[in-house]
């Protein structure tokens, strides 16, 4: 590697005024859009995947680890061309031989390319989750990130409304274990050649109100008019609620198929709202598409959407293979579980801070804390490391949140014995023999 002092370094320093990215002096700053997720909130992330995890596997559903960088011609032909995603919101580029490249802004398309490209849907059914970072140059706000975190479902080669009624209980069931709450928004899309008709009688409906649409809304007009329905403009709302509904094109196949859903989740005792305005701004739905929404987050509502796709698998090459599924948005839900749960998850804090000094001290130290870690299961134990005087070992000690520090001195380590101090309520310290020990700290952390 080059220091600071080489000639790749002083040439970078006299190149970079020209290039914003490549600066090389002074502190750098995180990406827009881009979090840390810090320690103090990662607990909640992991009892998120947790209880997902547990949710998901209980119902048969495998992990799939995808790649986080795709071709770009896949999301274009997944997507759509004509869908903001694609449009303006993806992060491309050329790697070094020339390839155009993308970091997934969804993971939909990357797992119905891996399904075909491996076999995975021949004479099978399979049901797949993953999770990770997704990355949309949207413009960044709460609750709205560029690189953010997705659990995905996605469920393969079942039409009918049942596995789409089992992804919606899987989800009822996840919120309560959560702690939070989302309301169920629910339409379908019918074919694509329902859709069709539907889209040719909404360009004629806004073509003949040309003059009142936005400029966003003209652009849409030719290219995704659906697209409008979902516009945020107050002075279009008057409009497009007097637009050709979508549920009047539903072709009868499709029209049964939400009854059944319906039917299922009724059975259920499932609430969910119809909403015929429901359109999804990725291109690959078909019938069933729902969102949960909430009203918690400001303007961010959707915690988690997905729906049917029952066309996408042979549109990127492969046999028909109908397909239902969802993601939801990680930071949302997190942010819900912190407004909402009850009980919240706590961070797990260790049970035991060791603390010592001197050398024969510093041996015995490691001697028990190995002794502890093999014999008391489930235990969680911080060693001192890095020395320091008793007192700023007992103030680490504290900021650690354990329950008990482990004391050895130089006298303790001559008798092995430990001193047990409880850091948190008031009794008082006790000599352990050594042999004793593991029985007195598993009794502690019970
Ligand atoms: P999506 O609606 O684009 O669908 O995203 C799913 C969820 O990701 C949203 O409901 C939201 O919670 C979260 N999300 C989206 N964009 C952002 C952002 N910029 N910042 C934070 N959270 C965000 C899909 O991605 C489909 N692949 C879902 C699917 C799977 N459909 C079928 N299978």
């Known amino acids: 590697m080059p220091g600071p ?3 790749y370094f002083m040439i970078a320093r006299v190149v970079q005024p020209a290039n914003r990215g490549l600066q090389v002096s002074g502190k750098i700053q995180a990406v827009r859009g881009m979090n840390d997720i810090l320690p103090e909130h990662s607990h ?14 209980s119902a ?7 790649p986080l ?3 770009t011609a896949l999301f274009s032909r997944a997507i759509g061309e004509v869908t903001d995603i694609v449009e303006k919101e993806m992060y491309t580029f050329e790697d070094r031989n020339g390839d155009s490249l993308t970091l997934r802004p969804e993971g939909t398309a990357g797992c119905v390319r891996a399904g075909i490209e491996r076999g995975l849907f021949h004479n099978s059914q399979p049901r797949l989750w993953y999770s990770g970072p997704m990355f949309r140059h949207e413009r960044p706000q709460k609750g709205r990130y560029r690189q953010f975190h997705q659990i995905g479902v996605e469920a393969y080669g079942m039409d009918g409304p049942d596995v789409d009624a089992e992804q919606i209980l899987l989800l009822r069931r996840l919120w309560e274990r959560l702690g939070i709450r989302a309301e169920l928004r629910l339409n379908s899309l019918g074919t694509p050649e329902a859709r069709r008709d539907y889209r040719a009688a909404l360009v004629r409906y806004f073509e003949a109100h040309a003059g009142q649409l936005d400029e966003d809304s003209q652009r849409r007009l030719h290219t995704n008019p659906m697209r409008i329905l979902d516009s945020k403009n107050p002075a279009l709302f008057d409009l497009i609620d007097a637009a050709p509904r979508l549920p009047d094109y539903l072709d009868d196949e499709s029209r049964e198929h939400f009854s059944r859903l319906c039917r299922l989740l009724d059975d259920a005792g499932v609430e969910y709202v119809l909403d015929p305005r429901l359109v999804r701004g990725l291109d690959y739905y078909t019938r069933t598409v729902f969102e949960w929404v909430t009203d918690a987050l400001g303007a961010q509502d959707a915690v988690c959407s ?14 028909p293979t109908p397909a239902v599924g969802f993601a939801l948005g990680m930071e949302r839900v997190i ?5 909402q749960a009850p009980e919240r998850p706590p961070r797990m804090l260790p049970h035991v801070y060791v603390v010592h000094s001197g050398e024969q001290a ?3 130290a490691f001697e028990v804390s190995e002794l502890l870690r093999e014999q008391v299961e489930g235990l969680r134990l911080m060693l001192n490391c890095g020395g320091g005087s008793f007192k700023a070992q007992f103030r680490r000690a504290d900021n650690s949140g354990a329950a008990v520090a482990l004391v050895i001195g130089e006298e303790e380590a001559g008798t092995r014995t430990v001193q047990l101090k409880p850091l948190r309520e008031h009794s008082e310290q006790q000599a352990v023999k050594l042999e004793a020990l593991p029985a007195a700290v598993a009794a502690l952390i019970n």
């Open 5 to 7: 002092g080489s000639d």
């Open 44 to 57: 909640l992330w992991q009892f998120l995947e947790d209880c997902t995890r547990e949710a998901l596997e």
């Open 60 to 66: 048969g559903y495998r992990e799939i680890r995808l």
């Open 69 to 71: 960088v795709e071709r």
């Open 306 to 319: 997905g729906g049917r796709y029952d066309g996408l698998v042979t549109q990127l090459g492969g046999r």
């Open 335 to 339: 942010a819900l579980i912190e407004q």
């Open 362 to 364: 510093e041996r015995l």
